[in-house]
């Protein structure tokens, strides 16, 4: 049987010179997420039908090339609508706060002060250790999120312990993330979320557009080898290019260049529509991080690990504050969704059962039929759609890598030491 080039090859515009002065170029296959460096001449020959058998013998990268019957759609979303359906993984995302201390302009959720029922924390409690042991869960991730988490602090401690204590009884492996707009956190506070809470990663959503000099010096101050498990993933939602040099010079002043700190500028949800600029402006942003001792993000797409998010994922719910079970995280606290999108109240669910069927977890069916413009895309492995919400409002969901990928291959090229062709 003959072969061909997967269709989920990124091969690179430039020419480069090796070390031996020969012209290669990178080839990324997203399948792998492994960029190969790959002699100029059998690079351009992967564009073809088909290919001499000899190339497959000079690839570093036996994957680039397939059989050539090779359904590779299918397989890609066989592969990801397995690691949605699985029962062994189960994915909690719980609100336990109405309320945020921060307001951001951008965000959609509305703020409401009081505190949960003890009934509803019950449900919660019951819903999430019944989930945990059940004979098929291996894995239980919780996610902490919403408006700000950290101001129900002492829920959060006590409801992770008892998870905590469920897992290690029951041998089920245990992740935690919480999401903070970070002006909450004391040295005092992630002792005991690491510890009692085994949160080993935050995620802190920075607002450029406020004052978040104190919040990067307090983050500064967490650093400690303490906690040596802990990655602090810190996110920027930027809403002007300008914003970005801002940032990064004021993480460095901060000494925030460490590797326990991560650093992810976004575009802010009101500069979607200008998604070129901020594209354009990102290799820059990657290569002064890179030169300044800033950890970033994956250069290059990382493969999908597991499900692309909870609202493809029956295993997977997002239990809000109000009481509601949705699908989908940006549902909760949003009034439209409240009304629309709740599936059912946690206080009356059957916690035997996963929740009910959301409005996108049909969504690999639906690339699979060419409904969405993902199914021909060259990024479907390491991308899954982004977000089927954002597609279902009329809006891209590309991620930024999709309109820069030749420039951050050559940041590839530049920092594995291969010379642009002149």
Same mark, same amino acid.
């Given at each position: 049987?003959?072969?061909?080039?997967?269709?989920?090859?990124?091969?690179?515009?430039?020419?480069?010179?090796?070390?031996?002065?020969?012209?290669?170029?990178?080839?990324?296959?997203?399948?792998?997420?492994?960029?190969?460096?790959?002699?100029?001449?059998?690079?351009?020959?992967?564009?073809?039908?088909?290919?001499?058998?000899?190339?497959?013998?000079?690839?570093?990268?036996?994957?680039?090339?397939?059989?050539?019957?090779?359904?590779?759609?299918?397989?890609?979303?066989?592969?990801?609508?397995?690691?949605?359906?699985?029962?062994?993984?189960?994915?909690?995302?719980?609100?336990?706060?109405?309320?945020?201390?921060?307001?951001?302009?951008?965000?959609?959720?509305?703020?409401?002060?009081?505190?949960?029922?003890?009934?509803?924390?019950?449900?919660?409690?019951?819903?999430?250790?019944?989930?945990?042991?059940?004979?098929?869960?291996?894995?239980?991730?919780?996610?902490?999120?919403?408006?700000?988490?950290?101001?129900?602090? %002492?829920? $959060?401690?006590?409801?992770? /312990?008892?998870?905590?204590? *469920?897992?290690? @009884? !029951?041998?089920? &492996?245990?992740?935690?993330?919480?999401?903070?707009?970070?002006?909450?956190?004391?040295?005092?506070?992630?002792?005991?979320?690491?510890?009692?809470?085994?949160?080993?990663?935050?995620?802190?959503?920075?607002?450029?557009?406020?004052?978040?000099?104190?919040?990067?010096?307090?983050?500064?101050?967490?650093?400690?080898?303490?906690?040596?498990?802990?990655?602090?993933?810190?996110?920027?939602?930027? %809403?002007? $290019?300008?914003?970005?040099? /801002?940032?990064?010079?004021? *993480?460095?002043? @901060? !000494?925030?260049? &460490?590797?326990?700190?991560?650093?992810?500028?976004?575009?802010?949800?009101?500069?979607?529509?200008?998604?070129?600029?901020?594209?354009?402006?990102?290799?820059?942003?990657?290569?002064?991080?890179?030169?300044?001792?800033?950890?970033?993000?994956?250069?290059?797409?990382?493969?999908?690990?597991?499900?692309?998010?909870?609202?493809?994922?029956?295993?997977?719910?997002?239990?809000?504050?109000?009481?509601?079970?949705?699908?989908?995280?940006?549902?909760?606290?949003?009034?439209?969704?409240?009304?629309?999108?709740?599936?059912?109240?946690?206080?009356?669910?059957?916690?035997?059962?996963?929740?009910?069927?959301?409005?996108?977890?049909?969504?690999?069916?639906?690339?699979?039929?060419?409904?969405?413009?993902?199914?021909?895309?060259?990024?479907?492995?390491?991308?899954?759609?982004?977000?089927?919400?954002?597609?279902?409002?009329?809006?891209?969901?590309?991620?930024?890598?999709?309109?820069?990928?030749?420039?951050?291959?050559?940041?590839?090229?530049?920092?594995?030491?291969?010379?642009?062709?002149?």
């Amino acid at each position: 049987m003959g072969q061909k080039a997967s269709r989920y090859l990124v091969v690179s515009e430039a020419a480069y010179t090796d070390g031996g002065g020969q012209p290669v170029r990178l080839v990324l296959n997203t399948r792998t997420s492994r960029v190969s460096t790959v002699d100029d001449a059998v690079a351009r020959t992967l564009g073809r039908e088909t290919l001499p058998a000899a190339i497959a013998e000079q690839l570093s990268d036996p994957s680039i090339l397939v059989p050539s019957d090779r359904d590779e759609l299918t397989d890609v979303l066989d592969e990801q609508r397995a690691r949605a359906r699985s029962l062994a993984s189960l994915n909690y995302v719980l609100v336990p706060a109405g309320f945020c201390n921060m307001g951001c302009e951008y965000c959609g959720q509305v703020h409401v002060r009081g505190k949960s029922t003890a009934n509803h924390r019950d449900a919660v409690r019951d819903r999430v250790l019944r989930g945990i042991n059940r004979p098929s869960t291996e894995e239980v991730r919780i996610g902490w999120f919403g408006n700000e988490p950290l101001l129900s602090y %002492a829920i $959060v401690r006590e409801l992770a /312990a008892q998870f905590v204590e *469920a897992a290690d @009884a !029951g041998g089920v &492996r245990y992740t935690s993330t919480l999401s903070t707009g970070g002006s909450l956190l004391t040295l005092r506070r992630l002792r005991a979320l690491y510890e009692e809470c085994r949160i080993h990663t935050l995620r802190i959503t920075i607002d450029p557009q406020r004052p978040y000099h104190r919040i990067l010096s307090t983050l500064s101050e967490l650093a400690s080898d303490e906690f040596p498990l802990l990655r602090l993933m810190i996110h920027s939602d930027l %809403a002007d $290019v300008d914003q970005g040099d /801002a940032f990064l010079d004021a *993480a460095v002043a @901060a !000494g925030l260049n &460490r590797p326990m700190f991560e650093f992810d500028l976004r575009e802010a949800p009101a500069w979607r529509r200008g998604e070129q600029r901020f594209a354009a402006a990102e290799p820059r942003w990657l290569r002064r991080m890179h030169e300044v001792g800033l950890v970033t993000g994956n250069l290059i797409p990382a493969q999908l690990t597991g499900p692309l998010c909870p609202a493809v994922t029956r295993t997977a719910e997002v239990i809000s504050s109000s009481g509601g079970i949705f699908s989908c995280t940006e549902h909760p606290l949003v009034s439209t969704h409240e009304q629309d999108d709740v599936l059912e109240l946690v206080e009356q669910a059957d916690h035997d059962r996963q929740r009910p069927a959301g409005r996108y977890d049909d969504w690999h069916d639906r690339v699979n039929r060419g409904e969405q413009k993902c199914s021909g895309c060259v990024f479907l492995p390491v991308c899954g759609g982004s977000c089927p919400k954002r597609w279902g409002e009329g809006t891209s969901a590309c991620p930024s890598y999709t309109h820069n990928i030749q420039q951050r291959l050559d940041l590839v090229a530049a920092r594995s030491g291969l010379v642009p062709c002149s």
